[in-house]
């Protein structure tokens, strides 16, 4: 027993020995849960006698259960095949299995995925509605989903009614979704009690893991697997009880102990993760939510460095400063594999891949796709450069078919036939239309033609925020757009796009802005064919979300405004709450150096907008941070670290930059390069440079080694290696 129990600590020991009866394990981040899982399980068979096969253990991924079992396997000696650990719905497949029949289904049943779910759903809507889009689609969808796992009732008849002709289609095909794997192995023990009671006497013993993330199905049918057994051993924490969104039930811990009144409750409080600042913090934010356990996590890894609150001027200075920060690190020792930036909002990433690019630094985006290769992205830029051109085929087809205009794959094939037989561009090829397509399609081909050479005009005209609205409202795209079920994050990226452009304008100062987008386009191609997959070396960036259960070295959490991390739509209490989680999440990924950054002032969706600093950051003690970037120079409380340099609180505003600096800006700027270790020709995008021949230029991108660079007349644009002995940065 005691080599089984000798790495564990003395509440986990607790966890480990208290077998009888109901037991709650509060599990704080990085306290070693899982050990705890496995070792239960372990001294169960071993110290117990009990079999293995009279075990339950069930949690909520196949990564976690596939841990668990290689863990209990190297405990035990046991086959993974003698084994009940899973998922709740692999537990329910494979009791279906067994028993289905009785339900009126047949054994050989199968198990849709959610896409196939959306297939039947769409064809069902479209006899009972055939004018429904997208959006009502995905609203019936979710509708559907939330009426199963009993977290909504929903009295709409069409919901209704779609409902039972979808019920009716899996079970005379003989399918069954997720949800219904759970929904009918609960029928099953409801409306057969011999059955349940075959499966009540055989597991003695339940374990279920991240018990906060459970929804009403899900504690439903762990009541019915228990029945009148009492040895049930949940591990969870309220603090991390972040997916309401998909149905989880925060209230069942405290269901679970009204339920079971003689619970016992261990708190694993010591985190085997983090440095002690960085748990502090994390205590500190939590506790201003209301009706949870208390408990405070600790470490024997020792107090650590500060954590740095890091504040620009603009987001621009935000992400430079993380980029320098990251390379610093890398000269010291850390790989790039050791950061992680977390954001709550997918578009904060964009910045970041532009930068990174531009600096080699190698980086991984989690469950997202690159900025630059996203459809809408990408739709919206074959609009732009048919603006520029009107021999770009390529782009000429992805705008016409992006909103469908009936102009379909045969009809492009004669368009691109013609303009090679008669050596024609795009525009030349439609005037022609109609002597080789049908007066219909050759009149909706003039209208494309005639709404290109209308952007055209526009893009001189107007401001260039105007100019985006115009182009997605005239083209029709916003339209169809919002039937797609992605509408909110598609067009947020679009929104993006204002300030792609808004950050241009202010580069090409003293280029047409015909010059400005080619520029502007040419740096997004080279940016999107970029090879940036060094997936065993690179930073990874994530949403908070997709970060729980992982853990860095370093973790930069961005974007800490107010209407950004908390979310602006976080004004009820419970909202708030649970943002106040996601942030606890993310502070507790960071092992050793934890950043947290925002901007004075960012450019959102093509706006300069004054931010104000996100409430987490302000619930943690002043001693804990060291204080760098544009609040360093500012009047701080005497509590405030801002690592020895005197404070300062007058400021100019930098006529080229637009950024907000102290006076003495050329003593802080030598202060600071000297603190950072800059290399002499660290150039980025849009700094001044001196050339020994062609005079002033500004960088106006940079891929790879090779920068470009603007010059006056008649020098033009020109591409230099970044090193090149003749560039001096001003």
């Known amino acids: 027993m005691s080599n089984l129990l000798e790495n564990l600590n003395e509440k986990q020991r607790e966890a480990v020995l208290m077998t009888e009866g109901p037991v ?37 991924t196949n990564k976690a259960a596939r841990e668990m079992k290689e863990r209990v396997v190297n405990l035990t000696d046991h086959k993974l095949s003698e084994m009940w650990i899973s998922t709740f719905h692999a537990f329910c497949a494979k009791i279906l299995r067994f028993h289905i029949e009785l339900l009126g289904y047949k054994r050989g049943f199968q198990i849709i995925d959610d896409d196939d779910v959306k297939k039947i759903i769409k064809d069902i809507l479209k006899e009972e509605k055939p004018e429904a889009d997208q959006k009502e689609l995905k609203k019936i969808r979710t509708s559907i989903s939330k009426m199963k796992n009993k977290s909504d009732i929903y009295s709409d008849d069409l919901v209704s009614n779609i409902f039972d002709e979808y019920q009716k289609y899996l079970f005379n095909n003989n399918l069954v979704d997720f949800d219904d794997l759970l929904l009918l192995t609960i029928d099953l023990f409801k409306q057969f009690p011999d059955i349940q009671k075959i499966y009540n006497d055989k597991f003695q013993y339940v374990l279920v893991d991240e018990f906060q993330d459970t929804n009403n199905v899900q504690y439903e049918l762990v009541s019915l697997i228990l029945g009148k057994n009492r040895n049930i051993f949940i591990v969870g924490d309220e603090d991390q009880s972040i997916y309401a969104f998909r149905g989880a039930n925060i209230k069942n811990i405290t269901k679970f102990r009204e339920d079971y009144p003689d619970y016992h409750i261990v708190l694993l409080e010591e985190n085997y993760r983090s440095t002690n600042n960085i748990l502090k913090a994390a205590n500190q934010i939590i506790q201003n939510n209301n009706n949870r356990i208390e408990k405070k996590l600790f470490s024997s890894k020792g107090s650590g460095e500060s954590i740095v609150k890091y504040k620009g001027a603009t987001e621009r200075d935000e992400v430079e400063y993380i980029s320098k920060k990251i390379l610093k690190l890398t000269r010291q020792g850390y790989k790039f594999s050791d950061f992680a930036i977390l954001y709550r909002m997918n578009n904060l990433s964009r910045m970041f891949e532009d930068n990174f690019l531009s600096k080699h630094i190698p980086y991984g985006i989690v469950g997202n796709t690159s900025f630059y290769k996203r459809r809408e992205i990408k739709d919206f830029i074959a609009y732009l450069r048919m603006i520029l051109s009107s021999s770009d085929f390529f782009s000429f087809e992805r705008a016409i078919s992006n909103p469908r205009r009936g102009i379909g794959k045969k009809t492009l094939n004669k368009i691109k036939d013609y303009m090679y037989l008669y050596d024609l561009n795009i525009f030349e090829a439609i005037d022609k239309s109609s002597e080789f397509l049908g007066k219909s399609v050759s009149n909706k081909l003039m209208l494309f033609k005639e709404s290109i050479i209308d952007y055209r005009k526009q893009f001189d ?149 004054h931010t104000v600093e996100s409430l987490f950051v302000k619930e943690i003690d002043d001693e804990l941070l060291s204080i760098e970037g544009y609040e360093a120079y500012t009047s701080r409380p005497s509590g405030f670290r801002t690592n020895g340099k005197k404070a300062s609180s007058t400021f100019k505003v930098s006529q080229r930059t637009n950024r907000v600096l102290p006076k003495n800006v050329a003593s802080i700027r030598q202060r600071k390069a000297n603190l950072d270790n800059y290399q002499e020709n660290d150039l980025n995008k849009a700094d001044k440079i001196f050339h020994n021949k062609y005079g002033e230029g500004t960088i106006i991108s940079l891929v790879g080694e090779n920068c470009k660079i603007a010059f006056s007349h008649p020098h033009g644009v020109k591409i230099f290696k970044k090193d090149h002995n003749a560039i001096k940065k001003i």
């Open 461 to 609: 005209i107007l401001p260039l925020n105007d100019f985006v609205d115009y182009i997605l409202s005239d083209s029709g795209y916003l339209k169809a757009l919002k039937k797609d079920e992605k509408f909110e994050d598609r067009y947020s990226n679009l929104l993006e796009f204002k300030s792609i452009l808004h950050e241009n304008q202010s580069i090409y100062t003293q280029s047409s802005k015909q010059d400005m987008l080619l520029y502007l386009l040419e740096d997004i191609s080279l940016k999107s064919d970029e090879n940036n997959e060094d997936y065993d070396n690179r930073v990874t960036l994530m949403t908070v979300h997709s970060a729980k259960g992982l853990e860095f070295r370093v973790v930069f959490v961005i974007g800490l405004e107010n209407g950004i991390f908390p979310m602006i739509r976080a004004n009820e209490a419970n909202m708030l709450e649970e943002e106040r989680r996601l942030m606890y999440v993310a502070v507790t990924r960071a092992k050793e150096l934890l950043f947290l950054t925002n901007a004075n002032v960012r450019n959102l969706y093509g706006e300069n907008k």
């Open 24 to 60: 709650m394990a509060i599990a704080g981040a990085g306290s070693g849960k899982t050990s705890v899982l496995t070792t239960r399980i372990a001294y169960l068979i071993k110290k117990k006698n009990v079999d293995i096969s009279n075990i339950l253990a069930i949690t909520f």
